[in-house]
């Protein structure tokens, strides 16, 4: 079993930036392959950002290429998510995801995700 707990989302304006962390604890987090979720009040959750159980590869949603970064620090057992130059659109609960799948399969398919976290709110100001 593992847990998840999400933290840093919060109002900021466009353009600006907010840093989310996730906490995992229970099994070992460096085994699992962890990723970012996000959903919009009346829309399905979507793939934000995914890293590799190493670190070394990380794949984006184009919705948010170059302006998020998706890092771990596996000695922490943490995953975080920069997200620069937001926009009004990036608004929405911001969930972290833990897969014993590869990187590719998650960025595919949430029916691979084995744990969710209960989510962090990210709202963006015009």
């Known amino acids: 079993q593992v847990q998840l707990v999400e933290s840093g989302g919060g109002l900021v304006q466009a353009g600006g930036s907010l840093r989310l962390s996730c906490a995992a604890s229970g099994r070992t987090f460096s085994s699992y392959t962890m990723g970012w979720f996000r959903q919009a009040p009346g829309k399905e959750r979507e793939f934000v950002a995914v890293?590799?159980?190493?670190?070394?590869?990380?794949y984006y949603a184009d919705s948010v290429k170059d302006r998020f970064t998706i890092t771990r620090d596996n000695a922490k057992n943490t995953l975080y998510l920069q997200m620069n130059s937001l926009k009004p659109e990036d608004a929405a609960a911001y969930y972290c995801?833990?897969?014993?799948?590869?990187?590719?399969?998650?960025?595919?398919?949430?029916?691979?995700?084995?744990?969710w976290g209960k989510g962090t709110l990210v709202t963006v100001s015009s």
């Open positions: 995801a833990a897969s014993s799948a590869t990187s590719r399969a998650m960025k595919a398919t949430k029916a691979v995700i084995d744990y």
């Open positions: 890293i590799t159980r190493s670190g070394e590869t990380t």
